[in-house]
Protein backbone atom coordinates (compact mmCIF):
# COMPACT_ATOMS: atom_id res chain seq x y z
CA UNK A 1 0.00 0.00 0.00
CA UNK A 2 1.37 3.85 -1.31
CA UNK A 3 -0.29 6.93 -0.27
CA UNK A 4 1.55 9.40 -2.02
CA UNK A 5 1.09 13.20 -1.09
CA UNK A 6 1.71 15.95 -2.90
CA UNK A 7 1.22 19.68 -2.95
CA UNK A 8 3.17 21.68 -0.39
CA UNK A 9 5.44 23.93 -0.39
CA UNK A 10 6.23 27.82 0.71
CA UNK A 11 3.57 30.55 0.20
CA UNK A 12 2.71 33.55 1.72
CA UNK A 13 -0.17 34.02 4.19
CA UNK A 14 -3.79 34.51 2.29
CA UNK A 15 -2.61 32.61 -0.62
CA UNK A 16 -4.14 28.67 -1.31
CA UNK A 17 -2.35 25.42 -2.06
CA UNK A 18 -4.18 22.16 -2.90
CA UNK A 19 -2.88 18.81 -1.76
CA UNK A 20 -3.61 15.70 -3.20
CA UNK A 21 -2.91 11.97 -2.15
CA UNK A 22 -2.39 9.49 -4.49
CA UNK A 23 -3.18 5.91 -3.03
CA UNK A 24 -2.16 2.47 -4.59
CA UNK A 25 -2.61 -1.11 -3.19
CA UNK A 26 -5.24 -1.10 -1.81
CA UNK A 27 -9.38 -0.71 -2.41
CA UNK A 28 -9.43 3.15 -2.22
CA UNK A 29 -13.51 2.83 -2.03
CA UNK A 30 -13.31 1.13 0.92
CA UNK A 31 -11.32 3.18 3.25
CA UNK A 32 -12.10 6.55 4.89
CA UNK A 33 -9.62 8.91 4.55
CA UNK A 34 -7.83 12.01 6.71
CA UNK A 35 -5.73 14.40 6.43
CA UNK A 36 -3.48 15.37 9.53
CA UNK A 37 -0.47 18.01 10.75
CA UNK A 38 2.03 18.22 12.49
CA UNK A 39 4.33 21.43 13.26
CA UNK A 40 7.74 21.47 14.94
CA UNK A 41 7.37 20.49 18.90
CA UNK A 42 4.30 20.29 17.97
CA UNK A 43 1.91 16.73 18.31
CA UNK A 44 0.06 15.39 15.30
CA UNK A 45 -3.56 16.52 14.87
CA UNK A 46 -6.36 15.58 12.68
CA UNK A 47 -6.86 18.49 9.84
CA UNK A 48 -9.68 17.13 8.09
CA UNK A 49 -11.38 13.88 7.41
CA UNK A 50 -13.68 12.00 5.19
CA UNK A 51 -15.98 9.05 4.78
CA UNK A 52 -15.55 6.42 2.44
CA UNK A 53 -18.16 7.57 0.30
CA UNK A 54 -17.24 11.10 0.49
CA UNK A 55 -20.54 12.42 1.96
CA UNK A 56 -19.30 12.89 5.71
CA UNK A 57 -16.25 15.10 6.70
CA UNK A 58 -14.68 16.57 9.73
CA UNK A 59 -12.44 19.63 9.80
CA UNK A 60 -10.65 20.71 13.24
CA UNK A 61 -12.17 24.34 14.45
CA UNK A 62 -9.25 26.25 12.90
CA UNK A 63 -9.26 25.45 9.55
CA UNK A 64 -13.64 25.22 9.28
CA UNK A 65 -14.47 27.51 6.02
CA UNK A 66 -11.14 27.99 5.09
CA UNK A 67 -10.08 24.17 4.06
CA UNK A 68 -12.30 21.32 2.01
CA UNK A 69 -11.57 18.07 2.06
CA UNK A 70 -12.59 15.95 -0.92
CA UNK A 71 -12.38 12.62 -2.54
CA UNK A 72 -12.53 11.19 -6.47
CA UNK A 73 -12.70 7.57 -5.88
CA UNK A 74 -12.35 6.93 -9.79
CA UNK A 75 -8.76 8.45 -8.98
CA UNK A 76 -8.05 6.76 -5.63
CA UNK A 77 -7.24 10.05 -4.47
CA UNK A 78 -8.16 12.47 -1.59
CA UNK A 79 -7.95 16.29 -1.65
CA UNK A 80 -7.18 19.05 0.74
CA UNK A 81 -8.06 22.58 -0.64
CA UNK A 82 -6.52 24.85 1.63
CA UNK A 83 -7.54 28.99 1.29
CA UNK A 84 -6.58 31.76 3.04
CA UNK A 85 -3.18 30.27 4.82
CA UNK A 86 -2.23 31.45 8.19
CA UNK A 87 1.67 31.20 9.20
CA UNK A 88 0.15 29.10 12.38
CA UNK A 89 -0.68 26.23 9.01
CA UNK A 90 2.76 25.76 8.64
CA UNK A 91 3.66 21.75 9.41
CA UNK A 92 3.99 18.63 7.42
CA UNK A 93 0.66 17.39 6.33
CA UNK A 94 0.00 13.58 5.78
CA UNK A 95 -2.73 11.61 4.45
CA UNK A 96 -3.66 8.84 6.06
CA UNK A 97 -6.87 5.86 5.05
CA UNK A 98 -8.71 3.98 7.48
CA UNK A 99 -10.27 0.38 6.45
CA UNK A 100 -13.79 1.90 7.75
CA UNK A 101 -17.02 3.25 6.55
CA UNK A 102 -16.43 6.15 9.10
CA UNK A 103 -13.54 8.60 9.22
CA UNK A 104 -11.61 8.73 13.02
CA UNK A 105 -10.23 12.27 14.47
CA UNK A 106 -7.86 10.00 16.08
CA UNK A 107 -4.33 8.75 14.23
CA UNK A 108 -4.03 5.34 15.79
CA UNK A 109 -7.24 4.36 13.93
CA UNK A 110 -6.12 4.65 10.61
CA UNK A 111 -4.25 1.47 8.92
CA UNK A 112 -1.71 3.43 6.47
CA UNK A 113 0.00 6.59 6.13
CA UNK A 114 1.59 8.92 3.64
CA UNK A 115 5.02 10.15 3.56
CA UNK A 116 3.88 13.80 4.57
CA UNK A 117 4.27 17.07 2.09
CA UNK A 118 5.89 19.83 3.71
CA UNK A 119 3.82 23.27 3.89
CA UNK A 120 5.56 26.26 4.95
CA UNK A 121 3.56 29.88 5.41
CA UNK A 122 5.33 33.13 5.51
CA UNK A 123 3.52 36.29 7.17
Known amino acids: VQLQASGGGLVQAGDSLRLSCAAS????????MGWFRQAPGKEREVVAA????????YYVGSVKGRFTISRDNAKNTVYLQMNNLKPEDTAVYYC?????????????????WGQGTLVTVSS
Open 50 to 57: IGRTGWNT
Open 96 to 112: AARHNFHYSVQAREYNY
Open 25 to 32: GLTFSRYA
